[in-house]
């Protein structure tokens, strides 16, 4: 039951990093580009976006890395 719980996070967190990750601009502008206008109105500058991205994004990938060693140490 308990390993079921981890897996579940494991997976919202997988989905969190994907989802952060395609948000963030790159050098092309990727994804984030083409929501410029509508991120811009909700939280501001684009500058502070995308640092909150990546701070959620650093968040998410610890929280994956935990969920991913308890999972291997409950199948064990």
């Given at each position: 039951m308990?390993?079921?719980?981890?897996?579940v996070?494991?997976?919202?967190?997988?989905?969190?990093?994907?989802?952060?990750v395609l948000?963030q601009?790159?050098?092309?502008?990727?994804?984030?580009?083409?929501?410029?206008?509508?991120?811009?109105?909700?939280?501001?500058k684009?500058?502070?976006?995308?640092?909150?991205?990546?701070?959620?994004t650093?968040?998410?990938?610890?929280?994956?890395?935990l969920?991913?060693?308890?999972?291997a140490?409950?199948?064990?």
């Amino acid at each position: 039951m308990v390993k079921i719980i981890f897996l579940v996070l494991q997976v919202i967190c997988a989905l969190g990093l994907i989802f952060t990750v395609l948000m963030q601009e790159g050098k092309s502008a990727g994804l984030s580009g083409s929501i410029a206008g509508g991120a811009d109105m909700i939280f501001g500058k684009k500058k502070g976006v995308d640092e909150l991205f990546a701070k959620i994004t650093a968040y998410l990938a610890a929280f994956f890395l935990l969920f991913t060693l308890l999972v291997a140490m409950l199948s064990a």
